[in-house]
Protein backbone atom coordinates (compact mmCIF):
# COMPACT_ATOMS: atom_id res chain seq x y z
CA UNK A 1 0.00 0.00 0.00
CA UNK A 2 1.58 3.33 -1.17
CA UNK A 3 1.80 5.36 1.36
CA UNK A 4 3.24 9.38 1.76
CA UNK A 5 3.89 11.82 4.12
CA UNK A 6 4.50 15.46 4.14
CA UNK A 7 7.38 17.02 6.69
CA UNK A 8 8.76 20.65 7.56
CA UNK A 9 8.07 23.52 9.55
CA UNK A 10 4.41 24.25 10.99
CA UNK A 11 5.43 27.99 11.01
CA UNK A 12 7.11 30.05 9.00
CA UNK A 13 7.23 34.12 8.67
CA UNK A 14 6.51 36.33 6.16
CA UNK A 15 8.57 36.77 3.26
CA UNK A 16 10.70 33.87 3.82
CA UNK A 17 10.42 30.30 1.91
CA UNK A 18 8.22 27.80 2.73
CA UNK A 19 9.79 24.03 2.30
CA UNK A 20 7.99 21.00 2.72
CA UNK A 21 9.06 17.61 2.23
CA UNK A 22 6.75 14.45 1.13
CA UNK A 23 8.36 10.87 1.56
CA UNK A 24 6.76 7.82 -0.46
CA UNK A 25 6.84 4.57 0.78
CA UNK A 26 5.29 1.07 -0.30
CA UNK A 27 5.91 2.34 -3.58
CA UNK A 28 8.57 4.06 -6.30
CA UNK A 29 8.94 7.52 -7.83
CA UNK A 30 9.83 6.60 -11.17
CA UNK A 31 8.19 5.17 -14.67
CA UNK A 32 5.78 3.23 -12.97
CA UNK A 33 4.23 5.79 -10.83
CA UNK A 34 5.63 9.01 -12.17
CA UNK A 35 3.93 11.94 -11.39
CA UNK A 36 3.64 13.44 -8.34
CA UNK A 37 1.91 16.53 -6.87
CA UNK A 38 1.35 19.18 -4.22
CA UNK A 39 -2.34 20.24 -3.17
CA UNK A 40 -3.35 22.65 -0.61
CA UNK A 41 -6.42 23.58 1.32
CA UNK A 42 -6.73 27.37 2.71
CA UNK A 43 -8.26 26.90 6.48
CA UNK A 44 -12.29 25.97 6.15
CA UNK A 45 -12.14 26.48 2.02
CA UNK A 46 -11.65 24.38 -0.49
CA UNK A 47 -8.98 22.51 -2.46
CA UNK A 48 -6.27 23.91 -4.52
CA UNK A 49 -3.71 22.07 -6.87
CA UNK A 50 -0.14 23.27 -6.66
CA UNK A 51 1.60 22.18 -9.07
CA UNK A 52 3.18 18.43 -10.54
CA UNK A 53 6.40 17.05 -10.67
CA UNK A 54 7.24 13.92 -13.28
CA UNK A 55 9.93 11.55 -11.58
CA UNK A 56 12.45 12.70 -14.43
CA UNK A 57 12.08 16.53 -13.13
CA UNK A 58 9.39 18.04 -15.62
CA UNK A 59 7.10 20.10 -13.66
CA UNK A 60 3.99 21.78 -13.83
CA UNK A 61 2.67 24.90 -12.18
CA UNK A 62 -0.35 26.59 -10.99
CA UNK A 63 -0.01 29.86 -12.63
CA UNK A 64 -0.66 31.70 -9.50
CA UNK A 65 1.91 30.32 -8.19
CA UNK A 66 4.38 29.83 -10.72
CA UNK A 67 6.51 33.00 -9.69
CA UNK A 68 7.25 32.17 -6.38
CA UNK A 69 7.02 27.99 -6.20
CA UNK A 70 9.66 25.07 -6.86
CA UNK A 71 9.18 21.43 -6.99
CA UNK A 72 11.43 19.04 -7.16
CA UNK A 73 11.88 15.22 -6.98
CA UNK A 74 14.70 13.23 -5.01
CA UNK A 75 14.25 9.71 -6.56
CA UNK A 76 17.09 8.02 -4.40
CA UNK A 77 15.44 9.00 -1.48
CA UNK A 78 12.30 8.30 -2.77
CA UNK A 79 11.14 12.28 -1.80
CA UNK A 80 9.76 15.03 -3.87
CA UNK A 81 9.55 18.71 -2.43
CA UNK A 82 8.10 22.06 -2.40
CA UNK A 83 9.36 25.13 -2.17
CA UNK A 84 7.38 28.28 -1.73
CA UNK A 85 9.29 31.52 -1.56
CA UNK A 86 8.11 35.34 -0.49
CA UNK A 87 5.31 33.49 2.13
CA UNK A 88 2.35 35.71 3.00
CA UNK A 89 -0.47 34.83 5.19
CA UNK A 90 -2.57 33.54 2.16
CA UNK A 91 -0.01 30.82 1.85
CA UNK A 92 -1.69 29.47 5.46
CA UNK A 93 -2.88 26.19 4.60
CA UNK A 94 -2.77 22.13 5.32
CA UNK A 95 -0.68 21.32 2.39
CA UNK A 96 -0.99 17.58 0.62
CA UNK A 97 0.99 15.69 -1.13
CA UNK A 98 -0.44 13.12 -3.59
CA UNK A 99 0.44 10.70 -6.28
CA UNK A 100 -0.94 11.62 -9.49
CA UNK A 101 -2.77 8.47 -11.47
CA UNK A 102 -3.70 7.65 -14.97
CA UNK A 103 -1.64 9.79 -16.52
CA UNK A 104 -1.86 12.02 -13.68
CA UNK A 105 -5.52 13.01 -14.32
CA UNK A 106 -6.62 12.50 -10.81
CA UNK A 107 -4.69 11.62 -7.13
CA UNK A 108 -5.48 8.35 -6.03
CA UNK A 109 -2.94 7.74 -2.73
CA UNK A 110 -3.18 11.55 -0.61
CA UNK A 111 -0.68 12.59 2.78
CA UNK A 112 -2.40 13.02 5.24
CA UNK A 113 -1.46 16.61 5.06
CA UNK A 114 0.82 19.00 7.02
CA UNK A 115 -0.73 22.65 8.03
CA UNK A 116 1.61 25.31 7.78
CA UNK A 117 0.94 28.80 9.11
CA UNK A 118 3.01 32.13 7.93
CA UNK A 119 3.09 34.18 10.82
CA UNK A 120 5.47 36.53 12.47
CA UNK B 1 -9.64 29.91 -13.90
CA UNK B 2 -12.49 30.03 -11.18
CA UNK B 3 -13.50 26.80 -9.21
CA UNK B 4 -15.69 24.61 -10.44
CA UNK B 5 -19.33 25.00 -9.32
CA UNK B 6 -21.08 22.72 -6.75
CA UNK B 7 -23.60 23.47 -4.10
CA UNK B 8 -22.91 24.71 -0.75
CA UNK B 9 -24.65 21.42 0.66
CA UNK B 10 -26.86 18.44 -0.40
CA UNK B 11 -28.61 16.56 2.48
CA UNK B 12 -31.07 13.34 2.78
CA UNK B 13 -32.16 10.94 4.59
CA UNK B 14 -30.91 7.52 5.29
CA UNK B 15 -31.79 4.85 2.61
CA UNK B 16 -31.84 8.12 0.11
CA UNK B 17 -30.15 9.11 -3.28
CA UNK B 18 -28.76 12.37 -3.47
CA UNK B 19 -26.91 13.93 -6.48
CA UNK B 20 -24.36 16.73 -6.30
CA UNK B 21 -23.44 18.59 -9.48
CA UNK B 22 -20.57 20.21 -10.60
CA UNK B 23 -20.72 22.90 -13.45
CA UNK B 24 -17.57 23.50 -15.22
CA UNK B 25 -17.00 24.87 -18.96
CA UNK B 26 -16.21 22.96 -22.13
CA UNK B 27 -12.42 24.12 -21.38
CA UNK B 28 -12.49 21.19 -18.73
CA UNK B 29 -15.69 18.74 -17.61
CA UNK B 30 -17.29 19.50 -21.04
CA UNK B 31 -14.17 19.00 -23.18
CA UNK B 32 -12.44 15.99 -21.33
CA UNK B 33 -13.46 12.67 -19.34
CA UNK B 34 -10.91 13.57 -16.47
CA UNK B 35 -13.50 14.36 -14.09
CA UNK B 36 -13.00 12.92 -10.31
CA UNK B 37 -14.68 13.60 -7.21
CA UNK B 38 -13.30 13.02 -3.62
CA UNK B 39 -14.61 12.70 -0.34
CA UNK B 40 -13.10 14.49 2.72
CA UNK B 41 -13.52 14.11 6.16
CA UNK B 42 -13.19 16.62 9.34
CA UNK B 43 -9.39 16.89 9.89
CA UNK B 44 -8.80 13.64 7.13
CA UNK B 45 -7.11 14.05 3.96
CA UNK B 46 -9.36 13.59 0.88
CA UNK B 47 -9.96 9.85 -0.68
CA UNK B 48 -10.69 9.76 -4.58
CA UNK B 49 -14.07 8.07 -4.88
CA UNK B 50 -14.96 8.52 -8.65
CA UNK B 51 -12.22 8.93 -11.76
CA UNK B 52 -12.57 9.53 -15.59
CA UNK B 53 -16.02 10.50 -15.08
CA UNK B 54 -17.75 7.35 -13.93
CA UNK B 55 -14.73 4.73 -12.58
CA UNK B 56 -14.65 3.59 -9.28
CA UNK B 57 -11.61 2.85 -7.66
CA UNK B 58 -10.96 -0.50 -5.74
CA UNK B 59 -12.39 -0.82 -2.33
CA UNK B 60 -15.52 2.40 -3.19
CA UNK B 61 -18.74 1.27 -2.50
CA UNK B 62 -20.81 0.99 -5.53
CA UNK B 63 -23.24 3.27 -4.34
CA UNK B 64 -21.34 5.66 -5.15
CA UNK B 65 -21.12 6.75 -9.10
CA UNK B 66 -20.64 9.18 -11.20
CA UNK B 67 -21.87 10.52 -14.41
CA UNK B 68 -21.30 13.75 -17.18
CA UNK B 69 -23.44 15.41 -19.31
CA UNK B 70 -21.98 18.20 -21.52
CA UNK B 71 -20.60 20.79 -18.89
CA UNK B 72 -21.55 19.45 -15.60
CA UNK B 73 -20.51 16.23 -14.20
CA UNK B 74 -22.83 14.31 -11.24
CA UNK B 75 -21.90 12.02 -8.30
CA UNK B 76 -24.99 10.03 -7.13
CA UNK B 77 -24.20 8.32 -3.43
CA UNK B 78 -27.63 5.86 -3.51
CA UNK B 79 -29.16 4.39 -0.11
CA UNK B 80 -27.42 6.90 2.09
CA UNK B 81 -25.80 6.17 5.15
CA UNK B 82 -24.13 8.13 8.49
CA UNK B 83 -20.85 7.68 7.01
CA UNK B 84 -21.44 9.61 3.74
CA UNK B 85 -21.56 12.64 5.83
CA UNK B 86 -18.46 14.88 4.53
CA UNK B 87 -17.53 17.44 2.23
CA UNK B 88 -17.44 16.18 -1.58
CA UNK B 89 -15.25 17.69 -4.48
CA UNK B 90 -15.09 17.48 -7.94
CA UNK B 91 -11.72 17.98 -10.42
CA UNK B 92 -11.10 18.24 -13.83
CA UNK B 93 -8.36 18.51 -15.91
CA UNK B 94 -8.71 22.22 -18.38
CA UNK B 95 -7.15 23.16 -20.81
CA UNK B 96 -6.14 26.16 -19.38
CA UNK B 97 -2.47 26.42 -17.92
CA UNK B 98 -4.01 25.95 -13.99
CA UNK B 99 -3.95 22.23 -15.89
CA UNK B 100 -6.11 20.67 -13.15
CA UNK B 101 -9.38 22.50 -11.12
CA UNK B 102 -11.22 21.55 -8.17
CA UNK B 103 -14.85 22.75 -7.48
CA UNK B 104 -15.72 25.07 -4.49
CA UNK B 105 -17.04 21.85 -2.66
CA UNK B 106 -20.59 20.02 -1.29
CA UNK B 107 -21.08 19.50 2.35
CA UNK B 108 -23.45 16.19 2.74
CA UNK B 109 -25.35 15.78 5.77
CA UNK B 110 -27.15 12.45 6.27
CA UNK B 111 -30.61 14.19 8.08
Known amino acids: QVQLQESGPGLVKPSQTLSLTCTVS??????????WSWIRQHPGKGLEWIGY???????YYNPSLKSRLTISVDTSRNQFSLNLSSVTAADTAVYYCARGDNSGYYFGYWGEGTLVTVSS | QSALTQPASVSGSPGQSITISCTGTSSDIGGYKYVSWYQQKPGKAPRVMIYEVSNRPSGVSNRFSGSKSGNTASLTISGLQAEDEADYYC???????????FGSGTTVTVL
Open chain 1, 26 to 35: GGSIGSDSPF
Open chain 2, 91 to 101: SSYTSFSTFYV
Open chain 1, 53 to 59: IYYSGIT
